[in-house]
């Protein structure tokens, strides 16, 4: 049994997968303007460990993430300018070529923190007939209208419009003294925005409305239902997501086809840093490679991450940061000395379990794990399973120190009988292994070169 909080019904729940053990999973993916900062990153290791609990517990994932390369503007109220020709300005380079760098730079980071690669990654760019598509049956059934400056969702046709964020109709008039151009109602949103008269866009298609580029929630939707049918199960993202990109994304597929889009919904706290959120344009920005120029380890940010339960915010300092290196190297150092194997104890992973199950309670886990250690009623092989869902490379790092821990004398050893036989001279490699079999080694002539054996 899964227990987890979804946003919609603001309760802990257990988790019923649609179709027997089958799980479709949709997590919003990167905008690929910048890279990403270790805030957007957390949203992504959250996804992940979301997913492992999920396949630990049997079930098959099928998880989707969408790549935003086309129509996220800077102003969540679309305004503004495009993220991609912001970046394209910024580096001159065309939005092409942004996105193409940005994706890759997104694929390194996620596999640097050991994040699973979803199933598919599917670009907005690539699926703008499904977003058309999707924008004419809203059209047919009386969704949209028209303004000069695109085709948008009117909100105010759907009775439970901004149930995701119990956003309240009284709330939002209140909010209408901002401007919002030719918007019939304030939470109204693009559909498709057409290209600026006189301008001509990097990225832009023809559509029965007019030259142009999709809004940013249409390809979510889109792209959810081509790849997952709706309903599917489980629809993730940061928190920021919920009062408009997911609240749109609902509106606009359940309104298309008349039934829910997911079944739960859930998202991820904010990472802080100095107690403000870190954000793509603010002087906070910190990415992953940053961290591993000072000197951590991607995987010393993962175990950061894992101290805290996904839905309370972080706050992020290199005092933390260095905490949890040095946590996660004592945590290697303690594995390489556990027994391999202990007489079999089931409340260890049953207790473990009941932690990741009980919406994802990592911190519970780790501490867990830190107490069994200290009390030495964990083996190998039991932390080496749990690390299927921490993902910090324990049996690498536990086989990588006994390689390393080869005396460097016999290191040198080694190396020198290597030279002498690819210098054909045997007497001296004779030598050698005789002074390496005087130190207890075995020697063994491979053609990589001399391998030892202790004896
Ligand atoms: P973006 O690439 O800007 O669309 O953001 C990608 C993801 O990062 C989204 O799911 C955001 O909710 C999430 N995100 C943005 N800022 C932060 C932050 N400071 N901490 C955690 N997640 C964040
Ligand atoms: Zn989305």
């Given amino acids: ?3 987890l909080y979804n946003t919609l019904t603001k309760k802990i729940e257990e988790f019923k997968p649609l179709k027997n053990k089958k799980v479709g999973l949709y997590a919003c993916g990167p905008t690929v303007y910048h890279h990403a900062h270790i805030g957007n990153l957390r949203a992504y290791l959250f996804e992940d460990i979301l997913k492992r609990v999920l396949i630990h517990q049997g079930f098959k994932v099928k998880h989707i993430m969408n ?5 996220h503007l800077t102003s969540n109220g679309d305004t503004g300018e495009d993220k991609m020709e ?4 910024r580096e001159k380079k065309s939005a092409w070529e942004i996105a193409k760098f940005y994706t890759q730079s997104f ?7 050991n994040i699973l690669p979803p199933d598919k990654l599917p670009r907005a760019t690539d699926h703008i007939k499904e977003q058309i598509n999707l924008i004419k049956l809203l059209e047919k059934k009386g969704f949209t209208y028209r303004t000069a400056d695109g085709i948008y969702f009117d909100t105010s046709k759907l009775p439970d419009y901004g149930k995701l964020a119990r956003l309240r109709s009284q709330d939002l008039k209140a909010g209408a003294r901002v401007e919002f151009g030719e918007k019939k109602n304030i939470t109204d949103f693009a559909l498709w925005k057409f290209s600026p008269s006189g301008e001509k866009r990097q990225m832009e298609w023809k559509s029965p409305w007019g030259l142009g580029f999709p809004g940013w929630h249409i390809e979510c939707s889109a792209m959810a239902t081509k790849y997952l049918g709706q309903p599917f199960d489980i629809h993730a993202g940061g928190i920021d997501h919920i009062p408009v990109h997911h609240t749109n994304e609902i509106a606009q597929s359940e ?11 859930m998202h991820s706290e904010f990472l802080l840093i100095s107690e403000t959120k870190m954000a793509k344009s603010g002087d906070n920005f910190i990415t992953l490679t940053t961290l591993i120029e000072k000197g951590f380890s991607p995987l010393a940010y993962r175990y950061f991450l894992l101290q805290g339960h996904y839905r309370k915010q972080l706050n992020f300092t290199w005092e933390a940061l260095e ?3 040095t946590g996660l190297e004592r945590l290697y150092e303690a594995a390489r000395r556990l027994p391999k194997k202990l007489p079999e104890n089931k409340t260890l992973p049953e207790a473990f379990h009941k932690h990741i199950t009980n919406d994802l309670d990592l911190p519970g886990g780790l501490a867990l794990i830190w107490k069994a250690v200290n009390e030495k009623t964990i083996d190998q092989k039991t932390l080496l399973h749990f690390d299927e869902i921490l993902g910090l490379d324990i049996k690498k790092n536990i086989k990588e120190k006994k390689a390393a821990a080869l005396p460097l004398e016999i290191e040198k050893l080694v190396k020198q009988r290597d030279t002498a036989r690819e210098n054909k001279n045997w007497d001296e490699s004779d030598r050698l292994r005789q002074e390496l079999e005087q130190h207890g080694y075995s020697v063994i002539d491979t053609k990589e070169g001399t391998k030892i054996i202790e004896k």
């Fill in 255 to 265: 309104a298309a086809f008349d039934k829910s889009l997911a079944n739960v919904w």
């Fill in 1 to 3: 049994m899964i227990l």
């Fill in 67 to 71: 790549i935003t390369d086309v129509g």
């Fill in 323 to 325: 905490a949890a290196q």
């Fill in 86 to 89: 912001k970046g394209s300005r």
């Fill in 107 to 113: 694929l390194k980071d996620t596999a640097n923190l």
